[in-house]
């Protein structure tokens, strides 16, 4: 099977480089083959009633954390926010 | 619009629920504080953090599901959305794919006097995005608020039922004021608490559905209206001249009054959804399911559907009502009595009440209106122990003094005479001493017949029973 | 004898009896990190001034007589996907260089309350993608047995220090084997607990169905020890259950007379070295001496047991490593035309190849049109693997298998054959995939005098059983020996 690298690349946001791309093909397609040896199994997925977790009470905390804590990792703040490149959408 | 086509068309909804704290953390769910202040580590996606689901959120959207007809899923699970962009932190949405926690229901709307039934695919929690901010101040970037990011939304999901712009508008009424009935959303529609993405497509009479087209970005119900019309015409114009409608997504501007293509269907999202791992299974006992659709009360939709096809009220003033908690409330204690019409009780409630709601500010609570007092106080006007006017004057005290009716129209000697031999000594002196309007009255002049009625009951000091005032003059001018 | 070849449970007698203090203690292991790092580089970040500053403080307790848990003072290092307060948490990316977590994981606050002392970050694969530890952004880790080789990995950072006597006990993380097979390789004990045992609220995701914090130690008093303090429910992990505490050392007893021990032959088969496959059995042999009842089982469906794992592990993996994009924290590539790119440029410049090819392979295994006949398939064969578990553990306590096929491998000699790379972990991802528990406890060496680790399984929760196993092994090998450096 064929797989389509540079549009995984692209969902994944990654820039795979032209030079790199046999090479993760190649990676890719030894993965897949090892991947492929697996039987089919006529069975349906279900959801495990038995593995119910328990809910969080609806319960606010506030000042947990300064704003400048939070964003002191951020490469970019402006205005206490965090700054992209513009968005169009 | 072009006569042989057929719209149709399907909203998904999205209402930001009320809760305390966000859906995923304890971080306070509130809208308009200043940016990046309403965070924490978990909602803004740190390495190692992990979700922990608000148990309000499931009750609110059963809840919604109940209001709404729907089979509830007590044993559901959330999934993983996954798409890149700046204001979702994980790069991920936690929501719901295949089996979302409430789906097959419907609601009945009444669109212009008809009743119609939207089904309701279904109803899913899921968290809400950051926000974008823009300026040309930014040179080149945008900001991003993560305080919106994880507020719980809920999304619902119509079938394809609706057939009109003007259709979709009720609908989107409709789910406002359940959604305010269970106190469950703000649905303040400034601040985005409710949004919507229209479905649209279009055929000929006769022929199968059309292609649909989606459109983001309506932030009101008015341009939710706007955007259909516009998109239903668009798409005619196409197909008129021979051009072929593509599945596509498509961005609402209101202030342009148009729509503007987003993504064609060869650039659509693959959001690889799969099973959220952070999280278990959700399972909701029955017992709870069952609690929680004993707290549903009859919903706005079933108040107007009854107010206009039993009570034979006006659609507007049933709307009114209807869409109103408390004065639906209190109409339903009166209507309850099963005394009076519901014209005597609704021109109460629309009339002097809402008029003092608005001036004063207050909340029908507030005041001290009730099933009881306003019954009281129609009854005295039906059997003409007091006049309108008078009802007045009595509804201006009781609406703030708990203060019995009887009295207020004793105090203030409110009780119409309506003795026939005291009004008939009235009538005499009125003509008496009116000849020339009598003159004017008999020479055909028979707007002369208000003025005397009035002297009659200034004569009176507004104590006559001006029905039966004016059939007495009648009588005597022959 | 050097204090940093004591094991844990030695030194928190001396600490109790006020032989040592933990300042001498810290001071000592931060002098044999001086001394031998350059040869191991087990370290990504050291926290020596604010270790040494902390043992003081639990000195001061100690001297006040406070009843402390046996892991006050206690020199331990932390595998760097564990989110340390203040201290930057690199996962060995260069992704995250500089990110410095304002938060607490809870294995960390349960440590800190304990008075463990913290030494550093430990190396790993990045984002622990890897089972050699050479995908590092920063370094590559050498086995303390023979300096050519790998340790293992992830958790090579971690196994590597407590083998060189760089911390006194690790805590590492394991996906599919990164705590039992570097322990493996570098002759020391490590314990991958029950799914949902240990919070795994501050461990930066790989695989979170998958993923699990764990002690790495000398002896398997050190693991049961650590365990005590680190396991138990946490309402800020969503997938962590709730049960009764248990206090693993003090039950712990070296008698297995009676106890099953199942053999599954799929785990002695091909690929299998000779000297693992004899070692282990001759530890088997022993138990039986002791009493142990022997067992063959069939767990048919361990084949496919690797590619389930690479499936699930890489799916949720590409959507756990989606959030490093250059925004709220972490790398931004610095030239860049718009978002998309720089999205692009951030993520490529940022991750190594391994994390790259994970990251791709998750992405196309729940792409449109893949999803069913990869990433569900998975999932129902993990059901499967999972019920073949539940079915032995109906008749046996407890399973015993090599933790490795082989012994620890040369530098550079796998690194460009992913294939083979994953092979390495046939022994262990399975246990991962069947949410179980498992240790790796050593029990010989090959030829070239490179440990050999015996890999003992247990039914879900039942640690107490393993560590049971192994410390009655343990008593009949003997105990940790320090490799010569």
């Known amino acids: 099977m064929n797989i389509d690298i540079k549009h995984i690349a692209k969902l994944s946001r990654l820039k795979i480089d032209d030079d790199e791309l046999e090479k993760f093909e190649a990676d890719m397609q030894n993965i897949v083959e090892m991947v492929e040896r697996m039987p089919n199994i006529d069975e349906e997925l279900t959801i495990d009633e038995n593995n119910a977790m328990k809910l969080r009470e609806d319960k606010a905390v506030t000042n947990k954390y300064t704003r400048e804590e939070l964003l002191s990792n951020a490469p970019f703040v402006k205005a206490g926010c965090l700054v992209v490149p513009k968005t169009v959408e | 619009m072009n006569k042989d086509y057929e719209v149709v068309i399907g909203l998904e909804t999205h209402a930001e629920l009320s809760t305390e704290s966000k859906i995923y953390c304890d971080c306070k769910n509130a809208f308009g504080l200043e940016v990046n202040s309403q965070v924490c580590p978990i909602c803004m996606g740190m390495p190692g953090t992990l979700p922990t689901l608000n148990e309000k959120v499931v009750e609110y959207a059963i809840m919604m599901g109940h209001a709404l007809n729907c089979k509830i899923n007590r044993v559901c699970k959330q999934d993983r959305k996954n798409y890149f962009y700046p204001d979702l932190p994980k790069a991920y949405q936690i929501s719901q794919d295949d089996v979302p926690l409430c789906q097959n229901g419907y609601v009945d709307i009444l669109v212009n006097g008809e009743e119609r039934r939207i089904g309701i695919t279904r109803i899913h929690i899921e968290e809400d995005a950051g926000k974008l901010l823009h300026s040309d101040k930014f040179h080149g970037s945008s900001l991003v608020d993560l305080n919106r990011c994880g507020v719980p939304l809920i999304e619902i999901v119509s079938e394809p039922d609706i057939r009109s712009s003007e259709e979709a508008k009720v609908y989107l009424e409709t789910l406002k004021s359940i959604l305010q009935y269970l106190d469950i959303c703000d649905c303040k529609m400034q601040e985005g608490s409710i949004r919507c993405d229209v479905n649209v497509s279009v055929h000929k009479k006769g022929t199968p559905f059309g292609t649909r087209t989606e459109m983001k970005n309506v932030n009101s119900f008015s341009a939710a209206v706007r955007g259909i019309d516009y998109e239903v015409n668009r798409q005619i114009e196409v197909l008129e001249n021979g051009g072929e409608i593509s599945q596509e997504t498509r961005r609402w501007d209101d202030v342009k009054g148009e729509s503007i293509l987003m993504r064609s269907k060869e650039d659509a999202h693959d959001y690889r959804y799969f099973p959220e791992p952070d999280l278990r299974t959700i399972v909701v006992e029955q017992e709870k399911v069952d609690e929680l659709k004993a707290l549903i009360p009859e919903l706005p939709n079933a108040k107007l559907l009854k107010y206009v096809k039993e009570f034979g009220m006006a659609q507007k003033d049933a709307t009114f009502i209807a869409e109103n908690a408390e004065l639906a409330y209190l109409f339903d204690s009166c209507m309850a009595k099963g005394k009076f019409s519901a014209k005597s009780y609704s021109t109460w409630i629309l009339g002097d009440l809402v008029k003092y709601l608005n001036e004063t500010g207050k909340a029908l609570s507030d005041t001290n209106i009730n099933a009881e007092n306003l019954t009281a106080l129609v009854e005295k006007i039906e059997s003409n122990v007091i006049s309108n006017a008078g009802g007045k004057k009595v509804f201006a005290v009781i609406i703030e003094e708990d203060k019995d009716v009887d009295k207020i129209i004793e105090e203030q000697g409110l009780a119409q005479v309506s003795d026939v031999s005291a009004l008939e000594k009235i009538a005499e002196d009125v003509l008496a001493a009116n000849e020339k309007s009598v003159t004017d009255y008999k020479n055909g002049k028979t707007n002369a017949l208000g003025y005397l009625v009035g002297q009659c009951m200034k004569a009176s000091k507004g104590k006559a029973n001006p029905g039966m005032m004016k059939e007495i003059i009648l009588k005597k001018l022959g | ?485």
């Open chain 3, 1 to 485: 004898m050097e204090l940093y070849n004591k094991t844990l449970s030695e030194l928190a007698l001396m600490l109790r009896e006020k032989k040592i203090s933990s300042a001498e203690l810290t001071k000592s292991i931060f002098d044999r990190i001086e001394a031998v790092e350059d040869k191991i580089e087990a370290y990504v970040t050291l926290n020596k001034e604010n270790a040494l500053k902390a043992a003081e403080e639990i000195d001061k307790k100690i001297s006040c007589g406070e009843d402390l848990s046996p892991l006050a003072g206690i020199p331990i290092g932390i595998k760097d996907n564990i989110s340390t307060k203040g201290l930057r948490t690199t996962c060995s990316s260069k992704m995250l260089e500089n990110y410095v977590p304002p938060f607490n994981a809870t294995v960390m606050n349960k440590l800190c309350d304990a008075g463990a002392v913290i030494t550093g970050k430990l190396n790993m694969d990045e984002f622990a993608m890897g089972s050699s530890t050479e995908t590092s952004y920063y370094k590559k880790t050498k086995n303390p047995y023979d300096q050519t080789r790998i340790p293992g990995g992830s958790s090579g950072g971690s196994a590597a220090a407590v083998a060189a006597g760089e911390a006194v006990a690790a805590l590492g993380s394991d996906t599919g084997g990164s705590i039992r097979q570097p322990a493996s390789y570098c002759g020391v004990v490590g314990l991958k607990p029950t799914y949902g045992s240990v919070s795994r609220f501050g461990l930066v995701a790989f695989a979170s169905s998958l993923d699990q914090i764990g002690p790495i130690g000398k002896s398997v008093e050190d693991v049961a020890i650590i365990q005590s303090v680190i396991n138990g429910y946490d309402k800020m992990d969503g997938t962590s259950q709730y049960r009764e505490y248990t206090d693993y050392k003090a039950n712990l007893k070296s008698d297995v007379k009676g106890l099953k021990i199942g053999i599954p032959k799929e785990y002695f088969g091909v690929g299998i070295d000779d000297n693992v496959k004899s070692s282990v059995m001759n530890a088997v042999k022993q138990l039986e001496g002791e009493g142990a009842i022997i067992k063959e089982i069939s767990l048919p469906s361990t084949d496919y047991a690797l590619s389930s794992y690479y499936i699930i592990s890489s799916a949720e993996a590409s959507s756990n490593l989606a959030r490093y994009d250059g925004v709220k924290y972490g790398f931004r590539a610095e030239n860049y035309d718009g978002l998309i790119d720089m999205y692009e440029r951030t993520r490529s410049e940022g991750f190594g190849d391994e994390v790259k090819r994970r990251i791709m392979l998750g992405t196309f295994v729940l792409s449109s049109g893949f999803y069913d006949a990869y990433y569900k398939k998975a999932k129902l064969l993990q059901r499967r693997i999972s019920n073949e578990f539940t079915e032995n553990f109906k008749d046996i306590d407890v399973i015993a298998t090599p933790t490795v096929p082989t012994t620890a491998f040369k530098i550079g000699e796998h690194f460009n054959d992913p294939v083979k790379m994953y092979a390495t972990d046939i022994c262990t991802v399975t246990i991962n995939i069947a949410g179980l528990p498992a240790m790796s406890i050593p029990c010989g060496y090959d030829n070239n005098g490179l440990p050999i680790g015996l890999q003992l399984i247990g039914d879900k929760f039942a640690e107490q059983t393993l560590l049971n196993t192994a410390y009655a092994y343990e008593q009949l090998k003997g105990g940790f020996k320090l490799p010569t450096l």
